[in-house]
Structure formats: structure tokens, C-alpha cells
């Protein structure tokens, strides 16, 4: 059984490994987003973060999108210009205030969305399978208080 180091022991400690570790394995992740992705658009990771929000929780206004992404609404307009631009997101009339829009993803959208999360899911769950039983229930039991690390 590995021992936990000395320095992980103070909430600083764990602060500064949690960052390192979070760090790596998300530009990781960001590798693997684009590996094999020829002809596809080249999209920011928070142009995909928005269409992956859109996809996963369906339409929304321009001001929830940026709420839900917890940016600032002049970024999310860039955004949503850039995803318009390349066909992966509509712009539709909101259905009770003319004022407003509702973004929804297209078939393109989808499809991009689905293949990104695919290469993704497919080199963690292959490094997933290289821990122990008992890492791979740690890592378990630590995701739920990633998640919420990470809506704070």
C-alpha cells in the first residue's frame, strides 16, 4: 500500500498536487480531444466546453450558456459567434421573448461533440485500467468531490 506523501498532508499541500495533478491530466485530455480529429473544426476547449453544455443539456439563452459556463456574457458572445459561424450551433427565436435567442446544437454539433468525448473516454478508460482495484475505487469515491470542486 502506498503511503501519502508528507507534503499532501497540509490542505496546501493537497491544494498544490490536486492543481498539478488536475493540470496534467486535463491538457491530457486536451491531447487526446484533437488526436485523429483531420477535417474536423479546430475549436478552443471553451468553444467545446459550450457545445458540449448545449448538447448535454439542450437549449438555452445566450446568458444561461455563459451562467452555466461561468464566463463573462461578452466571451460567450464570441463564442456562440464562432460555433454559429462553423454550422454546429443554431440560433432560433426565443419562443416567449423576441428579444432574446435560444442556442440549440446541430447534427454537426452532435456528432462533434459525441466524437471528442469518444477519443477522450477511450484513453482514460484504457489508463483507467493500469491502477489497482482498490486505486481505480478511490478514484470513485474522489469524483463526486471533483465535481463539486469544480461547480464552485
Known amino acids: 500500500m502506498k503511503t501519502t ?12 498536487a490536486l492543481r498539478i495533478s488536475v493540470s496534467r491530466l486535463a491538457r491530457r485530455l486536451r491531447v487526446e480531444r484533437t488526436a485523429s480529429a483531420l477535417g474536423e473544426p479546430d475549436l478552443s476547449e471553451t468553444q467545446l466546453a459550450a457545445l458540449a453544455a448545449l448538447e448535454r443539456h439542450g437549449a438555452m439563452t445566450p446568458g444561461e450558456l455563459a451562467d452555466h459556463e461561468k464566463v463573462q456574457p461578452p466571451s ?3 463564442v456562440i459567434s464562432a460555433l454559429v459561424d462553423s454550422q454546429l450551433v443554431r440560433r432560433e427565436p426565443h419562443p416567449s421573448d423576441r428579444r432574446q435567442v435560444v442556442l440549440t446544437v446541430t447534427g454537426s454539433g452532435r456528432e462533434l461533440v459525441n466524437k471528442a468525448r ?4 477511450a484513453w482514460l ?3 483507467l485500467k493500469e491502477l ?6 478511490t478514484l470513485r ?11 464552485s
Open 132 to 137: 489497482t482495484p482498490a486505486e481505480r475505487a
Open 141 to 151: 469515491a474522489a469524483a463526486p468531490i471533483l465535481e463539486k470542486l469544480s461547480q
Open 76 to 78: 460567450m458572445t464570441r
Open 125 to 127: 478508460a484504457k489508463r
Open 5 to 16: 506523501h508528507p507534503e499532501h498532508r497540509s490542505d496546501a499541500g493537497l491544494a498544490t
Open 118 to 121: 469518444q477519443r477522450r473516454d
